[in-house]
């Protein structure tokens, strides 16, 4: 289900506490950006469109959904 959304998921075990996945967390949220979208096409039919969203620089990650519900 995080996938699917453009989440992430992390578990606390004995090789990561609780305190080390906030901190990754922490870095992650100030390294964060929104981004906007409106289609050129017109929601004829309330439907999942797909996207994609890529990076030109190398090295960046980007975690972002698939495909976002067109409401007519």
Known sequence: MSKETGGGFFE???KQSIGQI??????ELRSQFSFGYVSDEPVRVSEFR???LTARQNGL????R???????
């Open 12 to 14: 606390v075990t004995k």
């Open 61 to 64: 990650v980007v975690q972002a």
């Open 22 to 27: 906030f901190d990754v967390i922490q870095d």
């Open 66 to 72: 698939d495909r976002y519900w067109a409401q007519r």
């Open 50 to 52: 797909r996207i994609q």
